[in-house]
């Protein structure tokens, strides 16, 4: 069997790379833009017409929420023309796609866990973009597609929040985290565990599903949590609210994921998001 992995140098592909090696079975095609250009159709025709690719598994995308605001084209044209390339081919050569998503499809304004059935209402061009990819991929390969949402992701590999308050927590005596956003940690290594339960899975059963750690914690929560894993404790982590560190754009409230759908379909056992954070901070502080 062949999986297709794209957006290989980024946190979740790096996760994938990784995992692969206990996936001895089956070949692995890592890619991104310097080896194939997912917003180009024709490369991808030209691709899959020398590879018989069985799954898809799409792990890129144009994350940057602020930058998006100025350039939603660029955000648009990879979260939304790409994934409709990817799900062309899926359709033409009968292969399955997983297509990663985000929390950023709601607009944080529940105080209920968002299940797949509540409707999204992204309030930000990021948001947008990514619903608007899972639409098409539904619309044009409803059959052969899998959208998983996360929250929060963060790896050893990469630049991300965990790696980012490390940095900070040895460099600065103290730090001000905002504490009235809430949601779930993601440690991508698990949502790549999660991927390759879908690809081994008896049966596919394609849409939408939700995916995070479990458990449930504020930035200024996960702080305190980094830090403490790692044995800092120089520095004093302070609350704040959002109003206090006003960003571009703004971010949810609230992103918490109801995962029922997901654990029930495919199995899943899934660790809570302070299993994960010991694991990563392991591999970063060792």
Same mark, same amino acid.
């Given at each position: 069997?062949n ?34 250009d ?16 069985h ?8 994350t940057?929420v ?18 409709e ?20 499809v709601?607009? %944080?304004?529940?105080?209920?866990p968002?299940?797949e ?6 309030h930000?061009?990021? %948001? ?26 963060y ?11 490390l ?27 999660a991927?390759?339960?879908v690809v ?37 982590v302070?609350?704040i ?13 609230y992103s ?9 379909n ?7 998001w302070?299993?994960g ?10």
């Amino acid at each position: 069997m062949n999986i297709l992995v794209t957006g290989a140098y980024g946190q979740l592909g790096s996760e994938m790379k990784v995992i692969s090696a206990q996936f001895s079975q089956y070949n692995f095609i890592f890619t991104d833009v310097d080896t194939l250009d997912i917003c180009n159709e024709s490369a991808l025709r030209v691709f899959f017409s020398h590879h018989r690719i069985h799954y898809i598994v799409n792990c890129a995308a144009y994350t940057a929420v602020d930058k998006a605001e100025d350039d939603a084209e660029t955000a648009h044209k990879i979260n939304c023309d790409a994934v409709e390339n990817l799900a062309r081919m899926a359709v033409e050569h009968s292969a399955k796609m997983i297509h990663i998503s985000t929390d950023y499809v709601f607009d %944080g304004t529940n105080y209920l866990p968002y299940t797949e059935s509540v409707t999204p209402c992204p309030h930000t061009v990021y %948001g947008k973009s990514k619903l608007a990819g899972e639409k098409i991929a539904l619309s044009t390969a409803p059959q052969h597609t899998v959208i998983i949402r996360t929250s929060w992701l963060y790896s050893s590999f990469g630049n991300n929040f965990v790696k980012t308050i490390l940095k900070l927590g040895v460099e600065r005596d103290s730090l001000h985290v905002i504490f009235d956003q809430v949601g779930t940690p993601t440690y991508a290594a698990d949502l790549a565990v999660a991927i390759m339960q879908v690809v081994t899975a008896q049966e596919f059963i394609p849409g939408v599903y939700h995916f995070s750690n479990e458990g449930v914690c504020s930035w200024y929560d996960f702080t305190i949590a980094i830090h403490r894993a790692a044995g800092i404790s120089t520095c004093k982590v302070l609350p704040i609210e959002s109003s206090q560190y006003p960003a571009k754009t703004p971010r949810p409230h609230y992103s918490v994921l109801n995962k029922a759908k997901i654990k029930t379909n495919y199995h899943f056992e899934i660790p809570h998001w302070e299993n994960g954070l010991q694991r990563c901070i392991a591999l970063l502080v060792q």
